[in-house]
């Protein structure tokens, strides 16, 4: 009698499951609410709480998943229920070793990004029933050091390339010089992509073009004591233009015609200083 009874209610706790899961799926409002009705007077209302919670939306598609969220949570209680488990996860994934840009990232709406191990670490913290649904929504990459996207969406080695252009630039450079060149550089770089600066990017590649000189210079050209370099742009767009490929790179210079409206595009993509680029592409187009 006790098994009938333990199954008739794994039963009806299925049925419930079932018929939630198919009005969710057409975000049918009014089915959704009489079903909740209808069953919390079957089930009360924390086993159909803990139902909902923890397999009717974990088992429906993320943009579902969302929908419900938002229609029966509100978008205020939505936004912050979506914070605090990002925060959670980002924990969760620094205290086990990763690092946040290189190993896991969150896209502007709230995706994770991750790689294979942030994928196993977080797959091992789920509930083994719940295990196949989260594998499914998340969007898995293995490159995700900002670095490569950037190369991959200009279509070069764009910064490969600039590190050799950077490194001859240090031979020819004084310490103070090549310090104020770094500087300028790197700042343009990371005010146009923020990105590069929570991979630690100005750190390896500023180790990369100085590991070639001499300790004693390296570190010169480290401990430059100006707070405020100042370093002629022309000849740093120059470097940026060629470590992207352009055939042109070299004559930029007001005597040579000045920098075409094509180049400004290109250096738009990589370098910011203190106005973007394509504001003065806007009116050079006007």
Same mark, same amino acid.
């Given at each position: 009698?006790?098994?009938?009874?333990?199954?008739?209610?794994?039963?009806?706790?299925?049925?419930?499951?079932?018929q %939630?899961?198919?009005?969710l799926n057409?975000?049918?409002?009014?089915?959704?609410?009489?079903l909740?009705?209808?069953?919390?007077?079957?089930?009360?209302?924390?086993? %159909?709480?803990?139902?909902i919670?923890?397999e009717? +939306?974990?088992?429906?598609?993320?943009d579902?998943h969302?929908?419900?969220c938002?229609?029966?949570?509100?978008?205020a209680?939505y936004?912050?229920?979506?914070?605090k488990?990002?925060?959670?996860?980002? !924990?969760?994934?620094?205290?086990k070793?990763l690092?946040?840009?290189?190993?896991?990232s969150?896209?502007?709406?709230?995706?994770?990004?991750?790689?294979?191990?942030a994928k196993? +670490? %977080?797959?091992t913290?789920?509930?083994?029933?719940h295990?196949?649904?989260?594998?499914?929504?998340?969007?898995?990459?293995?490159?995700l050091?900002?670095?490569?996207? #950037?190369?991959?969406?200009?279509?070069?080695?764009?910064?490969?390339?600039?590190?050799?252009i950077?490194?001859? !630039?240090?031979?020819?450079l004084?310490?103070?010089q090549?310090?104020?060149?770094?500087?300028?550089?790197?700042?343009?770089?990371?005010?146009r992509?923020?990105?590069l600066?929570d991979?630690?990017?100005?750190?390896r590649?500023?180790?990369n073009?100085?590991q070639?000189?001499?300790?004693?210079?390296?570190?010169? #050209?480290?401990?430059?004591?100006?707070?405020?370099? !100042?370093?002629?742009?022309? +000849?740093?767009?120059?470097?940026?233009?060629?470590?992207?490929?352009?055939?042109?790179?070299?004559? +930029?210079?007001e005597e040579?015609?000045?920098?075409?409206?094509?180049?400004?595009?290109?250096?738009?993509?990589v370098?910011?200083?203190?106005?973007?680029?394509?504001?003065m592409?806007?009116?050079m187009?006007?």
């Amino acid at each position: 009698m006790k098994f009938n009874v333990f199954g008739r209610k794994k039963s009806l706790v299925a049925t419930a499951k079932r018929q %939630l899961l198919n009005a969710l799926n057409y975000r049918d409002i009014a089915a959704i609410n009489s079903l909740i009705v209808e069953w919390q007077a079957i089930l009360g209302l924390e086993k %159909l709480t803990n139902l909902i919670v923890n397999e009717v +939306i974990v088992e429906c598609d993320s943009d579902s998943h969302s929908w419900f969220c938002q229609t029966f949570l509100g978008q205020a209680q939505y936004e912050q229920m979506e914070e605090k488990a990002q925060t959670k996860v980002f !924990q969760l994934l620094v205290n086990k070793g990763l690092e946040p840009g290189k190993d896991f990232s969150f896209g502007a709406d709230r995706s994770i990004i991750i790689d294979d191990r942030a994928k196993q +670490i %977080l797959l091992t913290e789920l509930p083994q029933e719940h295990q196949a649904s989260f594998e499914a929504k998340l969007e898995t990459s293995s490159v995700l050091d900002p670095v490569t996207t #950037i190369e991959q969406q200009l279509g070069c080695a764009f910064f490969s390339n600039l590190t050799e252009i950077v490194i001859q !630039q240090m031979e020819l450079l004084s310490n103070s010089q090549a310090a104020a060149y770094l500087g300028v550089l790197l700042a343009g770089l990371v005010s146009r992509h923020p990105q590069l600066k929570d991979a630690d990017f100005p750190t390896r590649f500023i180790v990369n073009v100085l590991q070639g000189l001499s300790q004693e210079r390296a570190m010169l #050209i480290l401990n430059d004591p100006e707070t405020n370099p !100042q370093f002629d742009e022309i +000849i740093i767009f120059g470097h940026l233009l060629a470590a992207m490929g352009d055939k042109q790179y070299y004559r +930029i210079a007001e005597e040579d015609g000045g920098i075409s409206l094509d180049q400004l595009k290109k250096l738009d993509l990589v370098w910011c200083g203190e106005r973007r680029l394509s504001e003065m592409v806007a009116m050079m187009e006007k």
